[in-house]
Each structure stands twice: as structure tokens, then as C-alpha cells.
């Protein structure tokens, strides 16, 4: 099983970014839910968005209106794109699968970077 986030970068403060995430399993497992969590120095991983397999969704307060989760079920993809960036949105966003049988695993993170 495999989780690899993509997109991260450096943007200036209300730009976009998009970030990709492809969870695999040689078609063996399936995904019942995906998202995204962010970890800033010095503070705990919290959730930014979800999404279900039936395409529910759920954000943190702090991105609503400006993050767009969404998830491609054929391909085991989520993206998050991210609008009106902020620097307080600087974090390293880790995508996170939710798998039938397996349970919880995480890609390795990508740096998110937005200068005032």
C-alpha cells in the first residue's frame, strides 16, 4: 500500500496551489474515506478537509471557502486546491487513506510554503 502527496511548493500569500495525492494497492484494498492534515512547526497535525467515498466532505474552519477537497474513486486520487492562500496555511499537508480491512495510512508529506 502505497500513499504519494504531489503540489506542494512556495506561493505568495493569495495565490493557489493544488496538491495531488495517489493511494494504491495493486486493486486489492478499497478506500472509504481521504483528506488531508497539515503540521506546522511547533504545533499538532490537525485535519484541513475530508472527503468520502460517496464525495461528502468536511473542512476545517480555518480553510472553508478558500480549500477545495475533491477525489477521483477510479483512480484512488485526492486533490486539495488551495485558494487565497495564507501564511498561516505554511505546513507540510500530509494525505491521509482510510482503508476497508487495513484501516488508517499516511503519504510522507509535502511542503506547503506561502510568503507574506
Known amino acids: 500500500v502505497q500513499v504519494v502527496e504531489s503540489g506542494g511548493g512556495l506561493v505568495q500569500a493569495g495565490g493557489s496551489l493544488r496538491l495531488s495525492c495517489v493511494a494504491s494497492?495493486?486493486?486489492?484494498?478499497?478506500?472509504?474515506?481521504m483528506g488531508w492534515y497539515r503540521q506546522a512547526p511547533g504545533k499538532q497535525r490537525e485535519l484541513v478537509a475530508t472527503?468520502?467515498?460517496?464525495?461528502?466532505?468536511n473542512y476545517v474552519d480555518s480553510v472553508n471557502g478558500r480549500f477545495t477537497i475533491s477525489r477521483d474513486n477510479v483512480k484512488n486520487t485526492v486533490y486539495l486546491q488551495m485558494n487565497s492562500l495564507k501564511p498561516e496555511d505554511t505546513a507540510v499537508y500530509y494525505c491521509?487513506?482510510?482503508?476497508?480491512?487495513?484501516?488508517?495510512?499516511w503519504g510522507q508529506g509535502t511542503q506547503v510554503t506561502v510568503s507574506s
Open positions: 472527503i468520502t467515498e460517496g464525495g461528502s466532505t
Open positions: 491521509w487513506a482510510n482503508w476497508v480491512l487495513l484501516g488508517d495510512t
Open positions: 494497492s495493486g486493486n486489492i484494498f478499497s478506500i472509504k474515506t
